[in-house]
């Protein structure tokens, strides 16, 4: 089946600092890849995807690159600011799993000023 | 595009109570899926609707749980005689079809007492 494996949190960070959340996914079909943030008391929301291999999605300074070869889809940004504080959840859907996403469990990233 | 939405967002019941939620997708959005979250982990597929059609359902969903579409538009999850377990957030995302993005609505967060 399909699997989404994370970084465990919370991650610390000060402010202006980089950031990796490192994701790393096994799928049976052809993955296409997402990284969702969750804000306190929000639902989630799509930050960015990836359809292929070697495709580089990003939004809001961040970025991720799908890695076939790695089997990988880390997230980073190169200065963080207070306001990305938030739960980030890597995900995947494949061509045979009808759509249905598999989410990873999800790293709390707590930045402070 | 008013987005998905979910009534209620919070709901509390006694054990042993019926309880049902509604979600609103996108308009036009054919795929609705419906998903469980519980504090600290990431959202779990529970079962997705194409149109009017219930296609497929998690092994999470046990006879108590059942859910709807009527004519293709909203939706409706009932859980019958809650159990403490069910407490959890309740979520719902609809997407266009096939690997699409789905975007999610605010979730109902259900607290069985």
């Known amino acids: 089946g399909n699997s989404v494996t994370q970084m465990e949190g919370p991650v610390t960070l000060s402010e202006e600092a980089f950031l990796t959340i490192n994701c790393t996914y096994t799928?049976?079909?052809?993955?296409?890849l997402f990284w969702y943030v969750q804000y306190p008391g929000e639902g989630l929301q799509l930050l960015l995807k990836?359809?292929?291999?070697?495709d580089k999605g990003s939004n809001k300074g961040f970025e991720a690159t799908y890695r076939k070869e790695t089997t990988s889809f880390h997230l980073e940004k190169g200065s963080v600011q207070v306001s990305d504080s938030a739960v980030y959840f890597c995900?995947?859907?494949?061509?045979?799993?009808?759509?249905?996403?598999?989410f990873g469990a999800g790293t709390q990233v707590v930045v402070t000023p | 595009d008013t987005g998905v939405s979910q009534d209620p967002r919070h709901k509390i019941t006694k054990r042993g109570q019926n309880v049902t939620f509604r979600c609103d997708p996108i308009?036009?959005?054919?795929?609705l899926y419906w998903y469980r979250q519980t504090l600290g982990q990431g959202p779990e597929f529970l079962t997705y609707?194409?149109?009017?059609?219930?296609?497929?359902k998690s092994r999470l969903l046990s006879d108590r749980f059942s859910a709807e579409r009527p004519k293709g538009s909203f939706s409706t999850l009932e859980i019958q005689r809650t159990e403490q377990g069910d407490s959890a957030m309740y979520l719902c995302?609809?997407?266009?079809?096939?690997?699409?993005?789905?975007?999610f609505g605010p979730g109902t967060r259900l607290l069985v007492l």
């Open positions: 995302a609809s997407s266009p079809g096939g690997q699409e993005t789905q975007y």
């Open positions: 799928a049976t079909g052809y993955p296409s």
């Open positions: 990836a359809t292929k291999a070697d």
């Open positions: 995900a995947l859907t494949t061509t045979d799993s009808w759509g249905k996403f598999q």
């Open positions: 308009s036009e959005h054919n795929r």
């Open positions: 609707f194409q149109n009017e059609a219930q296609l497929e």
